[in-house]
């Protein structure tokens, strides 16, 4: 189906949010849309999919007028979309997730729907089970679920928003088979993306856009420094991480081990200096979010022991409060920013109400409001002290949560940090960790993003089928190394790993 976007205007109170923007997908193609966070990508492909209403331009498919107001209407006209955060319900099954929006309501063959999905999943080599709980799943795992949802409704023109931020490798490659067989089927796909080498691998054309505006369209191949040019107006240059490690220490974990019901891993020991930075690789659910989430004080080590220096020196937070955590200047960002970083509902402001600790019974508004005008401003965020984070791209949800990070702190814990971030705000994301770094501050990251693992990181920690790598010197590795050694190739060259229990 042939999708176009003629003229499409839309603002957030004083923001433009799309300017005169004109966009056309051809059935068959996969067509790429780039730009850096806050360019009006999400918003407009929103618009598409009737999660927001145009304020003025006109919508064809196929060459007719297409009223489309409400994700219902979408669907119905063979429009889906998949978010950047997949909309799904964590509580239920795999199965009630994709019969979710089907026709039939109770009457529904559950035996009928059973065997569709497997058919679906079969074409496309998802290995997804239909009893297992939406909680349970990966973000990868959860996209594909989506697809295969959105397929079984009828979807012509299927939109996917920032779909390889914080899956594995394998996940997108299985991803992008999927969508060149979509394509191949005389599907039209919207690929959103500020992963130059996503659509340059993806896509046909590229349509690029800034501030609101489209820039320009090109076809693929073309040159890297074309897009971005295109997409920033210049030339840009990563940061160079330089040493901020220390003699001090910031934590040491003695004989920790962790896991859930699907893996348990173990980390015999581990000492993190002031200042230093360190990687965790490895594919989704390989247990680097559980160590994140014990070095947090968010969940409790079934054995060891974890030590994190505060004001008064090393001091053992095994078993400790979250709180405690806390008031001993560790400070958590969690991958999922709408989920468990951010509340949707609710403004920039009154996040900042709910981080700043109060003693009385009553809100300052105004001193709220001045210091989320700070935030605003000193994080290039683009909003206002009363706009909802739900409102928010994906990029200033990210800069939100890091202008809600308190200072100083003494330990820094993230979780693929620039996820769904343009080149511009991952540099950027990087120069306040570093700038942190420089104080003091200690950082342990997990990313999917090689590359950002060996550029930033002091040492790396290998996390692959339960095996623990032990720390080891980014001079001594490259991205296809670490490749190897997320694959479980750890080799005898003093990077032994300690075993896991699956």
């Not at 920039?348 to 019974?361: A, Y």
Request: hydrophobic fraction near 40%.
């Amino acid at each position: 189906m042939n999708a176009q976007l003629n003229h499409i205007y839309k603002s957030f109170g004083a923001v433009q949010a799309n300017v005169d923007v004109s966009l056309t997908v051809q059935s068959g193609a996969i067509h790429g849309l780039l730009g850096e966070n806050g360019a009006g990508k999400s918003t407009l492909v929103k618009m598409l999919s009737g999660f927001i209403t145009r304020d003025a331009g006109e919508i064809l498919l196929d060459d007719k007028p297409a009223e489309v107001r409400t994700p219902a209407d979408g669907i119905r006209a063979g429009v889906g979309m998949l978010h950047q955060d997949p909309l799904d319900f964590p509580p239920m099954t795999v199965l009630d997730n994709f019969v979710a929006g089907k026709a039939g309501g109770l009457f529904l063959n559950r035996r009928d729907a059973v065997q569709e999905f497997k058919i679906l999943a079969d074409q496309f080599n998802f290995a997804l089970d239909v009893d297992e709980q939406m909680g349970n799943l990966t973000i990868g795992e959860r996209q594909q679920l989506e697809i295969l949802r959105l397929l079984s409704l009828g979807v012509s023109t299927l939109i996917l928003d920032e779909p390889t931020t914080g899956i594995s490798a394998s996940q997108k490659t299985a991803l992008f088979d999927a969508l060149r067989k979509l394509a191949g089927q005389g599907k039209s796909i919207v690929f959103v993306s500020h992963k130059l080498e996503d659509v340059e691998e993806l896509c046909n054309q590229v349509t690029v856009m800034r501030a609101g505006h489209v820039v320009g369209t090109v076809d693929i191949p073309c040159p890297t420094s074309t897009l971005v040019s295109m997409m920033f107006g210049r030339e840009l240059a990563a940061p160079v991480k330089p040493p901020t490690c220390q003699a001090d220490i910031a934590m040491r974990i003695q004989g920790l081990t962790i896991g859930d019901d699907r893996i348990d891993v173990q980390v015999a020991d581990l000492t993190v200096r002031r200042g230093e930075v360190i990687g965790l690789a490895g594919l989704e659910g390989s247990g680097q979010r559980l160590f994140l989430l014990t070095c947090a004080g968010v969940l409790r080590p079934a054995t060891g022991k974890l030590y994190i220096r505060d004001a008064n020196g090393l001091c053992e937070m095994t078993g400790k409060p979250y709180h405690q955590y806390q008031t001993s200047g560790v400070g958590y960002l969690p991958a999922d920013r709408l989920r468990e970083g951010l509340i949707w509902g609710l403004s920039i402001q009154e996040h900042v109400v709910l981080r700043t600790s109060s003693s009385g019974l009553f809100i300052d508004r105004e001193a709220s409001r001045q210091v989320a005008d700070q935030a605003i401003q000193k994080f290039n965020i683009r909003g206002k002290a009363d706009t909802r984070v739900g409102q928010l791209s994906g990029g200033n949800q990210q800069r939100t949560q890091l202008a809600l990070l308190p200072s100083p702190l003494n330990l820094v814990l993230l979780e693929h940090p620039t996820r769904g971030l343009d080149i511009e705000s991952t540099i950027w994301v990087w120069q306040q960790l570093i700038e942190r770094c420089r104080n003091g501050t200690s950082i342990i990251f997990a990313s999917s993003d090689l590359d950002e693992i060996v550029q930033y990181s002091d040492r790396v920690i290998v996390f692959s089928g339960g095996k623990v790598s032990t720390p080891i010197e980014t001079t001594a590795l490259t991205a296809g190394k670490l490749g190897e050694m997320i694959g479980g190739k750890f080799g005898n060259n003093g990077n032994s790993a300690y075993a896991g229990v699956n």
